[in-house]
């Protein structure tokens, strides 16, 4: 599992609230990642992170901060939740040489917005 | 047109049958993926591939980079393979594109 656990696992929260999610690695991973997973749609990348307070944007950033202060966590922020983020976010990891990486996903976090 | 295709989108199959799930792409790649997804459960990796054919157990990814299709076979089907199996290409950009993945549920 590449050592990815992520935090909280449920949440439910109303509409406005701020939410932080975390994910934690313990192998010093240079790349991280957030997605967000909805029926009908392929995992979708929302952002990334390339090193230490190196982020950039993916397909699906609007109302979505992150923050990578250190190398073994990346925060995603939902700064005012609403009930079109109720989705389940994975984070992961990639892991490789030679221009060929893997993925590795953490357990992911089921979040509802009422 | 989604860059990732994937069928069918939903497979029932009997206890022991071969299975093939397809997986078309449009764009250049550095490598294919394909992840499996247990009901409520994590994503894990099953295979990466550059070219021709890997093998894990009863599993079997092939890929043919001329067409832009790669196929994952399961021989001898059983109940636990019942699971959404992903298919994602990495592209030149190391962006990965996913498919919306085959929902695949295997009767005793």
């Known amino acids: 599992d590449a050592g990815i656990t992520q935090s909280p696992r449920h949440k439910v929260t109303e509409t406005g609230t701020p939410v932080t999610l975390r994910c934690h690695q313990t192998?010093?991973?240079?790349?991280m990642y957030w997605y967000r997973q909805d029926p009908g749609h392929g995992l979708r990348l929302i952002h990334y992170s390339y090193g230490v307070k190196d982020t950039d944007k993916g397909e699906v950033s609007d109302g979505y901060s992150v923050s990578r202060s250190k190398t073994e966590d990346f925060l995603l922020t939902l700064e005012s939740a609403t009930s079109s983020q109720t989705s389940v976010y994975f984070c992961?990891?990639?892991?490789?040489?030679?221009?060929?990486?893997?993925?590795?996903f953490g357990p992911g976090t089921r979040l509802t917005v009422t | 047109k989604n860059e990732v295709e994937q069928s069918p989108q939903n497979l029932t199959a009997q206890e022991g049958e071969f299975i093939t799930i397809n997986c078309s792409y449009s764009?250049?790649?550095?490598?294919l993926h394909w992840l499996q997804q247990h009901p409520g459960g994590g994503i894990v990796s099953l295979f990466m591939?550059?070219?021709g054919k890997k093998k894990h157990g009863r599993l079997i990814a092939t890929i043919n980079i001329q067409e832009k299709h790669s196929s994952l076979h399961i021989t001898a089907s059983h109940p636990r393979d019942s699971a959404v199996y992903i298919c994602a290409a990495r592209n030149r950009d190391d962006k990965i594109i996913f498919g919306k993945g085959t929902r695949l549920h295997i009767l005793p």
């Open positions: 992961a990891i990639s892991e490789g040489t030679g221009g060929l990486y893997e993925q590795y």
């Open positions: 764009v250049g790649i550095s490598a």
């Open positions: 591939l550059s070219s």
């Open positions: 192998e010093n991973h240079r790349y």
